[in-house]
């Protein structure tokens, strides 16, 4: 192709390119393709500089038979060091009487190695070779240079591009788990919705949330992606590795190129940057993203984490408080049972699903007799003892779907799902029975506890809350005036 031809092309191409301000990998690929299609060159490479550790680290390739992808160099060692630390190109006409050059192909003759220039601020290096010596002249060497000075604003636009996509995506994702908090009340399913989140952020990631149950334990709770996690590792990791320094440091912890005897992943190869759940200063758990690649996280990746966890802990510990209110209120403190607020809602709940499913339940209730005399002979104390052994007997007859509460006072109440009415007869006997095998001793006289029962059956004997009660109450007071055990 004629030299002028030629230059016109390149510079065409590499113009368009940085117009287009694509994703970084793409324009790297573009920069590896102009240089192989118009130059005829043997390798071509692209170093990245990552500054904070003084290092360049192989970002693209072409032409290579062995993988370069975790190559990493510093500063200064080898003609691409030299070139990332001087800002200047360096060419080798005859690699073999260089005394810095660094072999990675046997069959590569001469070495052009052109810094990637933004704002008078290496970014990185262009390396290409020739299994020719004296490959490059001074007119491809210009022609080049000039090219390595577009593809720098290309991967620097393109870096930009991407850097703010990514950042967009991260703020979305923070705010879409804390809409998530706002309509859930159930840890799992939002830790399990978290999960999916941040491993769509984090492209091609696998997350891992795992939560405390003691002090050296933890549970996985949700994944999202193909996690390698071996429960054994995290363990271990709890102890002395990547988990614990999270835990006592309060902040991320970042393993670049795995594997690694701290990391809690199995992986032979990637990177892990494990994340703590820390709210009102209390360790909760952790969130371990995985990725394949080394050195994924950038500086960047690890605060929108950091931050994304934070919100993640805080919105954890509302809902176990949620959930911890939820039971204080729902729960009779004497007994441990069920209180009335939760025998409504129950009841309430099962009249729209027994509505929709054309099913049925039914509702017991019973009062200890005589349970005031009790209070009075014995004591209040001995009195509070006895409804607390009614409520364990009762909770070892009753099923795993049936609800035992506390009305109130001496007053019990059982929601019997998938129940009808000719069932609960013996149920009622039932109670009875188990009832009359606790004993107490008044006035030198062994005596058994005894109650009143009465039963009510959705649909047959009412479709409205309301209705249901009022039957209840009516049977409950004809088995009392009665003496009978049920009505």
Do not use: W
Request: glycine share 6%; charged share 25%.
């Amino acid at each position: 192709m004629h030299p002028g031809l030629r230059e016109v092309a390149v510079l065409q191409e590499a113009t368009q390119m940085i117009l287009a301000s694509v994703d970084v990998d793409t324009v790297l690929y573009q920069i590896l393709l102009i240089v192989r299609n118009y130059f005829e060159v043997f390798n071509v490479s692209i170093y990245s500089l990552d500054a904070a550790k003084g290092e360049l680290y192989c970002r693209a390739q072409n032409g290579y038979e062995t993988p370069t992808a975790q190559t990493r160099l510093a500063l200064g060692k080898g003609v691409i060091g030299q070139v990332a630390q001087t800002g200047e190109m360096k060419y080798v006409p005859d690699v073999s009487a260089e005394p810095n050059y660094l072999e990675g192909n046997p069959a590569v003759r001469s070495e052009l190695a052109l810094p990637l220039v933004v704002r008078e601020s290496a970014i990185g290096v262009l390396d290409i070779e020739s299994d020719k010596t004296h490959h490059f002249g001074d007119e491809m060497i210009s022609l080049l240079t000039l090219f390595a000075g577009q593809a720098a604003v290309a991967i620097e636009n393109a870096r930009l591009f991407s850097t703010e996509r990514k950042r967009m995506r991260q703020i979305e994702l923070i705010n879409l788990i804390a809409r998530s908090a706002t309509t859930s009340s159930d840890t799992n399913s939002f830790l399990a919705a978290t999960a999916d989140l941040v491993s769509d952020t984090f492209e091609g990631s696998s997350v891992s949330v795992l939560l405390k149950t003691g002090e050296e334990d933890l549970d996985l709770i949700a994944t999202a992606g193909a996690p390698d996690i071996d429960l054994k590792r995290v363990l271990q990791s709890l102890t002395n590795g990547a988990i614990a320094r999270a835990f006592e440091s309060r902040t991320h912890v970042i393993l670049e190129d795995l594997p690694d005897a701290l990391a809690a992943s199995s992986r032979n190869s990637g990177s892990e940057l494990i994340v703590p759940l820390v709210a009102f200063g209390e360790c909760l758990g952790a969130v371990i993203i995985e990725h394949p690649q080394p050195l994924y996280f950038s500086q960047d990746d690890r605060t929108v984490a950091q931050a994304a966890a934070d919100v993640c802990a805080t919105a954890v510990r509302n809902i176990q408080l949620g959930n911890e209110l939820h039971r204080i209120a729902h729960t009779d403190l004497l007994t441990g049972l069920f209180n009335q607020r939760h025998f409504h809602n129950t009841v309430a709940d099962e009249i729209v699903r027994c509505r929709r499913y054309h099913k049925t339940f039914s509702l017991v209730m019973f009062d200890v007799h005589d349970f005031q005399l009790i209070n009075n002979e014995l004591g209040y104390r001995r009195g509070d003892e006895l409804l607390r052994q009614v409520a364990t007997t009762l909770g070892a007859q009753v099923r795993n779907n049936d609800v035992l509460c506390r009305y109130a006072g001496d007053r019990f109440a059982i929601v019997l799902p998938e129940t009808n009415y000719e069932q609960v007869d013996p149920i009622m006997a039932k109670i009875q029975e188990v009832l009359c095998r606790i004993e107490y001793n008044a006035d030198g006289k062994k005596r058994r506890l005894s109650a009143a029962c009465g039963s009510v059956s959705y649909p047959h004997d009412g479709s409205a809350e309301s209705e249901l009660l009022r039957k209840l109450e009516e049977r409950l007071h004809q088995a009392k005036s009665g003496g009978a055990a049920s009505a």
